[in-house]
T-cell receptor, first 115, second 112 residues
Framework: DTGVSQNPRHKITKRGQNVTFRCDPI?????LYWYRQTLGQGPEFLTY????????KSRLLSDRFSAERPKGSFSTLEIQRTEQGDSAMYLC?????????????FGQGTRLTVV | GENVEQHPSTLSVQEGDSAVIKCTYS??????FPWYKQELGKGPQLIID?????GEKKDQRIAVTLNKTAKHFSLHITETQPEDSAVYFC???????????FGPGTSLSVIP
């Protein structure tokens, strides 16, 4: 499968626990994005990477959130001390900077439920 | 920053009829406007996009129009089919920021 892969697909956690999600982008794509989507809303930008460098972080990304992209390949998004308001779909997308086509390809998402 | 508005929020059409979704954006520097379709339990999938140097683009039953002066763009789906039922998102992007800002979505139902 050459698409964007996200794991796990679903995660249920108790409030206060830490969770980590993984995204494997399309192999030749050098830009990777994280978005959050709540029910009935459009995806909201969280952060993005150019290779291994994190270039921008949204104000939505509180100190409890951290993202990494070691070696410029897969990325992880960690949420510490989860709160019920963190319940959402977390989407990852990748694209190739410099190409004429700037389409971002999305993964299936990780649905987080904090109970 | 960029703000994208979209309407209607829900739309029901009879199979075979046309569907139109309209969006506005706030940042005149935005120059790339993709449209995404999201089916239940799946991530958004690009269905068509338009760049600011053109006013209209068509791909089979789907067409997009862009009015840069008014900062409006629209999605037109003709001869709708039940499999067109999904949530559709318009979006805007300004190249130097390189992130896509989404509208709130339109839930389209095509009634057989």
């Amino acid at each position: 499968d050459t698409g964007v892969s996200q794991n796990p697909r679903h995660k249920i956690t108790k409030r206060g626990q830490n969770v980590t999600f993984r995204c494997d982008p399309i192999s030749e794509h050098n830009r990777l994005y994280w978005y959050r989507q709540t029910l009935g809303q459009g995806p909201e930008f969280l952060t993005y990477f150019q290779n291994e460098a994190q270039l921008e972080k949204s104000r939505l990304l509180s100190d409890r959130f951290s993202a990494e992209r070691p070696k410029g390949s897969f990325s992880t998004l960690e949420i510490q001390r989860t709160e019920q308001g963190d319940s959402a779909m977390y989407l990852c997308a990748s694209t190739l900077l410099g190409g004429l086509d700037t389409e971002a390809f999305f993964g299936q998402g990780t649905r987080l439920t904090v109970v | 920053g960029e703000n994208v508005e979209q309407h209607p929020s829900t739309l029901s059409v009879q199979e075979g009829d046309s569907a139109v979704i309209k969006c506005t954006y706030s940042d005149s520097a935005s120059n790339y406007f993709p449209w995404y379709k999201q089916e239940l339990g799946k991530g958004p999938q690009l269905i068509i996009d338009i760049r600011s140097n053109v006013g209209e683009k068509k791909d089979q039953r789907i067409a997009v129009t862009l009015n840069k002066t008014a900062k409006h763009f629209s999605l037109h789906i003709t001869e709708t089919q039940p499999e067109d039922s999904a949530v559709y998102f318009c979006a805007a992007k300004e190249t130097s920021y390189d992130k896509v800002i989404f509208g709130p979505g339109t839930s389209l139902s095509v009634i057989p």
